[in-house]
């Protein structure tokens, strides 16, 4: 298990805002992941990093992006926010020995 | 492309009931499945499997993997209405992030 702690827990915000989601942890896991889920839809993996100063796009294309400066944070930004973009968005991290990832409480966001 | 595929999407039962769920995947460099029970909000880790044929057990819950065929099920015996939930499985790929795909999930509905 480990820690892991996502910020906000809600957002609502308007059309045409930068935001940016807060996604760290205390256990110094190198593996990091951000997911955007739709209301009962499947998970879908927009970014990911394995250390500090990698990150990798996922497997759906995302107008985010994200940063991982240090080991404890990755930040997932929208430069401009648009109604399209209201979903949840998930933060996992990796365990260090095997492939489970322990999820964030997730972020939901409401543009309008 | 790779690909997770459960089944069924949803599945209402009675409490004691016993229910199976399947997984398939077609993934390349295939390196572990992950069974995960999501409730209201983040979803929670069950299993992770690698080998075929060997079940993981933890209560009434049971898995196994078959990497022959691609697919795996997750087993739940006595249901209860706690039980109530999406189940999601995810196949990894062997890379060094550990890349993880996620089906559309099985939503149990357990009555009482």
């Known amino acids: 298990e480990a820690d892991i702690y996502q910020t906000p827990r809600y957002l609502v915000i308007g059309t045409g805002k930068k935001i940016t989601l807060e996604c760290s942890q205390t256990?110094?896991?190198?593996?990091m992941y951000w997911y955007q889920q739709d209301p009962g839809m499947e998970l879908h993996l927009i970014h990911y990093?394995?250390?500090?100063?990698?990150?990798e796009k996922g497997d759906l294309s995302s107008e985010s992006t994200v940063s991982r400066i240090r080991t404890e944070h990755f930040p997932l930004t929208l430069e401009s926010a648009r109604p399209s973009h209201t979903s949840q968005y998930l933060c996992?991290?990796?365990?260090?020995?095997?492939?489970?990832?322990?999820f964030g409480p997730g972020t939901r966001l409401t543009v309008l | 492309e790779d690909k997770v595929v459960q089944s069924p999407l949803s599945l209402v039962v009675h409490e004691g009931d016993t229910v199976t769920l399947n997984c398939s995947y077609e993934v390349t460099n295939f390196r572990s499945l992950l069974w995960y029970k999501q409730e209201k909000k983040a979803p929670t880790f069950l299993f992770m499997l690698t080998s075929s044929g060997i079940e993981k057990k933890s209560g009434r819950l049971s898995s196994i993997l078959d990497k022959k065929e691609l697919f795996s099920i997750l087993n739940i015996t006595a249901t209860q209405t706690g039980d109530s939930a999406v189940y999601l499985c995810a196949a990894v790929i062997n890379t060094n992030a550990g890349k993880s795909t996620f089906g559309d999930g099985t939503t149990l509905t357990v009555k009482p």
């Open positions: 996992a991290i990796g365990d260090k020995f095997t492939d489970t990832q322990y």
């Open positions: 256990m110094g896991h190198d593996k």
């Open positions: 990093s394995y250390g500090v100063n990698s990150t």
